[in-house]
Structures are given as structure tokens and as C-alpha cells.
């Protein structure tokens, strides 16, 4: 009788194979948005859910380091936001790579 063999990678590659793909296609959505569907509240509640504390933190780098002029085109309202406002507050960011890139685009008025 024949053996049928399932070949399965690890779970960690299964893993990072998907954040890939996560990744590449939030950035195609980050394009998106920057060139055609600035200021949609719905498009903008969206792309925030994943600069969420809870999310990995190469998210929110990818934003403020690769396309920080989202961040100043987003027109969203606090009471608007599709989590509470302290998701995004807590806990409190410990990368210092990207505590920089904060401080630079606070600096240079790239956001408001």
C-alpha cells in the first residue's frame, strides 16, 4: 500500500513566509493610499490597525521610515479611530531605531 508523505516546513518559516507577504502587501496598500485615497476614513482606519503596540515593530518602522508622508496625510479624527487611542500608546515603544524616526518626522514637520 502506498505511504503518502506530507512534506511541512517548520512553523517558524510557514511564519515568516506569511509576515512576508503581510508586509508587501501593506506596503502596496501604503502606496496606495499616498497616491490616489488620501483622507478616505476608511482606507485610514485600516492601515492604523497594524501600528498598533500589539504589532511587530518592523510595521510601524515601514511607515515612518519608507513612506512617512502617510502619516501626514492622514485625516482621521481621534474619536474616529477603529481601536481605542492607547493601542498605540501601550506598552511603551522601547526601539530606539524607531523612536528616532519618530523624533525625526516630529522635527523635520514631516507629520502634524
Same mark, same amino acid.
Given at each position: 500500500?502506498?505511504? #503518502?508523505?506530507?512534506?511541512?516546513?517548520?512553523?517558524?518559516?510557514?511564519t515568516?513566509?506569511?509576515?512576508?507577504?503581510?508586509?508587501?502587501?501593506?506596503?502596496? $496598500? /501604503?502606496? %496606495? +493610499?499616498?497616491?490616489?485615497?488620501?483622507?478616505?476614513?476608511l482606507?485610514?482606519?485600516?492601515? $492604523?490597525?497594524? #501600528?498598533?503596540?500589539? +504589532?511587530?515593530?518592523?510595521?510601524?518602522?515601514? !511607515?515612518?521610515? *519608507?513612506?512617512?508622508?502617510?502619516?501626514? !496625510?492622514?485625516?482621521?479624527?481621534?474619536? %474616529?479611530? =477603529? !481601536? =481605542? /487611542?492607547?493601542?498605540? #500608546?501601550?506598552?511603551? *515603544?522601547?526601539?530606539? %531605531? $524607531?523612536?528616532?524616526? +519618530? /523624533?525625526?518626522?516630529?522635527?523635520? %514637520?514631516?507629520v502634524?
Open positions: 500500500m502506498p505511504v #503518502l508523505v506530507i512534506k511541512t516546513q517548520p512553523y517558524h518559516a510557514r515568516s513566509h506569511y509576515c512576508v507577504l503581510y508586509t508587501c502587501r501593506y506596503i502596496n $496598500l /501604503l502606496e %496606495q +493610499y499616498s497616491a490616489v485615497s488620501y483622507g478616505d476614513h482606507f485610514s482606519c485600516y492601515l $492604523l490597525l497594524p #501600528l498598533q503596540q500589539l +504589532y511587530p515593530s518592523h510595521l510601524r518602522k515601514t !511607515v515612518w521610515g *519608507e513612506h512617512p508622508v502617510v502619516m501626514r !496625510v492622514f485625516s482621521l479624527p481621534l474619536n %474616529q479611530l =477603529p !481601536v =481605542p /487611542l492607547k493601542q498605540f #500608546l501601550v506598552p511603551i *515603544e522601547t526601539d530606539y %531605531q $524607531l523612536l528616532d524616526m +519618530y /523624533l525625526s518626522a516630529l522635527s523635520a %514637520q514631516t502634524r
